[in-house]
C-alpha cells in the first residue's frame, strides 16, 4: 500500500521535529555537563533515548512507509504546490541531521574532557595522604 503524498510530507516533517528536538536535547545536556547539573543531565539524556527510539521505530517500519522511501519520493511527480515545500523540508532536516552528528561528536568531546578531569582529582585526592605522621600530644591529667 503506497502512502498519499500528504501522508509521506507530514511523516517527512514528523523526522524533522524529531530531529530538531534532539539538536536542542543534545545543546542542553551539553551545557549541564558544563555546569555540573547531574540531574538535569539524566533527564536530557533519558529524552534524547526516548527520541532516538521514536526515531529507530520509524526507521523499521515496512518499506512503503520507511522515511528511506518517503525520502525516495522524486519532486518532479508532487504537484505544484507541494514540491516546494517538500524540498525545503528535505533540506531543512539535512541541515539539523548533521547539525545532531556535529552535536554528537562534540557531546561526546565534552564527556572525554570531563571524565580525564575526573580522573586526574580522584588520583590527586588519592596521593593527598599524609605526608608525616601527626604526635598527639600527652594528655595531662588534672589542672594548675
Known amino acids: 500500500m503506497e502512502l498519499s503524498l500528504p501522508e509521506s510530507l507530514i511523516q517527512l516533517e514528523r523526522r524533522l521535529a524529531w530531529m ?3 539538536a ?3 545543546q542542553r545536556a551539553q551545557q549541564c555537563v558544563l555546569h ?3 540531574t538535569q543531565l539524566e533527564e536530557e539524556t533519558r529524552h534524547q533515548q526516548q527520541l532516538c527510539a521514536r ?4 526507521e523499521q517500519r515496512p518499506p512503503n512507509h520507511s522515511p528511506s522511501s518517503v525520502r525516495a519520493t522524486p519532486v518532479g511527480l508532487l504537484p505544484e504546490p507541494w514540491r ?3 524540498q525545503m523540508v528535505e533540506l531543512e532536516l539535512a541541515a539539523v541531521e548533521n547539525q545532531v552528528r556535529h552535536l554528537n561528536r562534540v557531546h561526546a568531546a565534552i564527556l572525554r574532557r570531563a571524565r580525564q578531569s575526573l580522573v586526574v582529582i580522584s588520583q590527586v ?3 593527598c595522604g599524609p605526608t608525616y605522621e601527626v604526635k598527639s600530644a600527652p ?3 588534672g589542672g594548675k
Open 36 to 38: 555540573g547539573a547531574v
Open 55 to 58: 526515531l529507530q521505530e520509524f
Open 125 to 127: 585526592v588519592a596521593s
Open 24 to 26: 536542542a536535547s543534545l
Open 84 to 86: 516546494g515545500r517538500w
Open 139 to 141: 594528655l595531662t591529667g
Open 20 to 22: 530538531r528536538e534532539l
